[in-house]
């Protein structure tokens, strides 16, 4: 292994950071954005829906990927995020015009969604050793969640919340303030691409592991084996599921929190602790996977039987009329927090299981075809939030639900490692 890995893979989580950010703005301060842009509930759910709706090219950037390598891939993720950050920025003082110019931004900055999620394992084996292949997938794919976490904190404390009176002075300084935000992210993304254009190779000049100097499928060859593998596809419902359910309720936590009263601050600092305790927990798990191998669906049956208990109280919390539970700030940080840890560390997990199960179809294309399922089913959630955004009652008890089928799928499913069996047995 070369030390230089490190630096490799800061840059692509730094991207990975930024695209999560940008894609949750507008989520966190959905009140402060209607009064300044003019807004309606269907554009914040619409401007959230532009993420799932960024992995409709997924496919092509899986191709680009095994065919082109890290370094062209990357390159035209962050140029494409670069030219979204900067359409949002635009100033033109015709709120129509701007919306759409923000539209298109937000439409730009999805399109990097399938590079920044599925390339985590990719970019773990060809550059890490098998000791450290997981911790570096969970690096690198946590930190996209990082980002929309650090958008529920920056958010709230640079933007004010709208007031009682509307008054036009302080519209105004709340516009100014969101488009502080904007320039303040297009920055960060011109410099990552910068940095990335200086330097960020595709590949090491020698592999650190077997697996990663091994023959892969083709890119026909690998959908065809993925497609026609049972335990692969059970194991992608039970990862697509509840994660897409997940990432669709965070993007809009803000809309659901209000109706029962907790403020645009409040909402932003329970998704904020939620994203930030999964990644912390998330590494930690796979930095134990590391050690303790072949634990893979061990540890995911723990996490996914707390995301259920969790969900459900949360769920149970906001129907305050029918179960009587106290609805306090308490109960709202400690259910959210406790759901976001047990999902968002699971995503690690997850990847290196699909990898092992499918091995030797390429890490980029698997990956790639369970987000783009994942962002379906949030898609689809989406979807029908657009129409009955009015109540939110369903859409929280999607949420056990999904982590309830979830967890029954990985109990049925008979794990194998291909992929470390080569790296031990064989090498040996």
């Known amino acids: 292994v ?20 940008v894609w949750n703005t507008w989520g966190p301060i959905q009140n402060s954005a209607r009064l300044a842009f003019g807004f309606s509930g269907w554009d914040i759910a619409l401007l959230v829906f532009w993420g799932p709706i960024g992995f409709a090219p997924c496919f092509f950037f899986m191709w680009l990927m095994d065919k082109k390598g890290l370094r062209v891939t990357v390159l035209l993720t962050s140029s494409l995020m670069v030219l979204g950050a900067g359409l949002r920025c635009v100033p033109v003082s015709d ?10 931004g937000q439409l730009l900055n999805g399109l990097a969604g399938p590079t920044v999620m599925n390339a985590a394992p990719f970019l773990s084996t060809t550059w890490f050793s098998p000791d450290e292949r997981a911790t570096a997938t969970a690096i690198a794919s946590l ?19 709208p007031n009682s009176t509307a008054q036009p002075s302080n519209t105004q300084h709340i516009k100014d303030r969101i488009e502080a935000v904007l320039y303040a992210e297009f920055g960060m993304v011109s410099l990552i691409f910068s940095a990335a254009l200086a330097y960020f190779p595709s590949r090491p000049p020698f592999p650190p592991s077997v697996a990663a100097a091994s023959q892969r499928l083709s890119y026909r060859r690998s959908f065809c084996r993925l497609l026609s593998n049972f335990r692969f596809l059970m194991i992608a419902l039970a990862y697509a599921i509840p994660l897409g359910v997940f990432s669709g309720w965070s993007g809009v936590l803000d809309l659901i929190l209000t109706p029962i009263h907790v403020s645009q601050v409040d909402a932003g600092w329970i998704g904020f602790w939620s994203i930030v305790g999964g990644c912390v927990v998330g590494i930690a798990m796979a930095r134990f996977a590391d050690f303790i191998r072949g634990m893979l669906k061990f540890i995911l049956l723990l996490l ?17 009329t029918v179960t009587h539970l106290p609805l306090t700030t308490a109960t709202l940080y400690t259910s959210c927090i406790l759901l976001g840890i047990f999902l968002n560390s699971s995503v690690p997990i997850f990847f290196e299981l ?29 979807f029908f939030l657009t129409f009955y955004h009015t109540e939110f009652s369903w859409f929280n008890w999607c949420l056990p ?12 499913f008979r794990e194998s490692y291909d992929r470390l069996y080569l790296d031990v047995v064989v090498s040996v």
């Open 143 to 161: 930190l996209n969640y990082l980002g929309s976490a650090a958008a529920f904190l920056v958010g709230p404390l640079v933007v004010p919340p």
């Open 2 to 21: 070369y030390g230089r890995r490190w630096l490799v893979l800061l840059l692509f989580s730094l991207l990975g950071f930024a695209q999560g950010l």
């Open 401 to 412: 639900g999904s982590c309830l089928l979830s967890l029954l799928l990985i109990l049925c």
């Open 95 to 104: 709120l129509e015009i701007r919306k759409k110019l923000i539209h298109g």
């Open 304 to 320: 996914l039987s707390g995301a259920t208990l969790a969900s459900t109280w949360f769920a149970l919390t906001c129907l305050t």
């Open 354 to 382: 699909f990898v092992e199960t499918v091995y030797p179809v390429p890490e980029g294309i698997s990956c790639g075809v369970v987000t783009f399922l994942s962002n379906v089913f949030m898609g689809v959630l989406l």
